[in-house]
């Protein structure tokens, strides 16, 4: 390992100890809504009162920004570059956020994924944060194996939706994690169900809802679902995710604080 690289391990480890425990968001599988999901742990986590931050790990499908209505960085201080807040205070840092052209495909090779990771873990100021929420991208490859190598992990949160296929998938992201000697906080599923406008009767639209059954399966605790509802997208979409309010998600917060020590 080159100079650079070491000096790079020694400010990514003095900048993580000032954060008190860093969670990573993963699924294994694209379309569940880890992004989301990340999204709404992280508001319900800054509307208790901690200081939060999101890292957009998904290099090349980063979201989270739009959902917060969140665009460019607020400049550079002695201790790096400044992430942008949300109105509910939550430093951000996204690819995003970044480029000239949020248009453009982000085609790169593992490498230079594994490298851009890297300088949003060193040359950001997270400052003191109580919790770190990262977004990881699908797949077990080069980025989630980046964050897992290169931050001491409190624990990982595994989002799934109801439907078999990507529950087989999503057991890829639990085996990686247990590999990499990672704690598992706890599974989530995603998308359970919608409930109809007109008659109030619960659809499960992408199957039977078996949350509970796929985390004993896994061997991993349950920690909640998430439905299918209208209102999260229209907030997402309009930059004002940190606003939504259901219980069910707070649940979820309250089990992670249960089981993350």
Known sequence: MNEKLLEQNKVIEKKMEKIKYKIAVASGKGGVGKSLVTALLASSLA??????????????GPSVPRMYGVDGILGKSD??????????GIKIMSLSLVLSDNSSAVIWRGPMISNAIRQF????????????????PPGTSDAPLTVMQNIKLSGVV????????????????????????????????NMAYAICPD?????????????????????????????????????A???????????HVADIVDKILENID
Request: net charge negative.
């Open 121 to 136: 873990i060193s040359d950001i100021e997270w400052g003191e944060l109580d919790y770190l929420i990262i977004d990881l």
């Open 158 to 189: 595994i989002v799934t939706s109801p439907q078999q296929l990507a529950f087989e998938i999503v057991r890829k992201a639990i085996s990686m994690s247990k590999t990499m000697n990672v704690k598992i906080i706890g599974l989530i599923e």
């Open 47 to 60: 509307k208790k009162g901690y200081k939060v931050g999101i890292l957009d790990a998904d290099i090349t």
């Open 237 to 247: 979409d309009t930059g004002s995710i940190g606003t939504y309010e259901e219980s």
């Open 199 to 235: 008659c109030g009767k619960k659809l499960e639209i992408f199957g039977k809802s078996n949350g509970s059954k796929l985390a004993e399966r896994a061997d991993v605790p349950f920690l909640g679902i998430i439905p299918l509802d209208p209102e999260i997208s229209h907030l």
């Open 79 to 88: 201790e790096g570059i400044l992430p942008p807040l949300s109105k509910e």
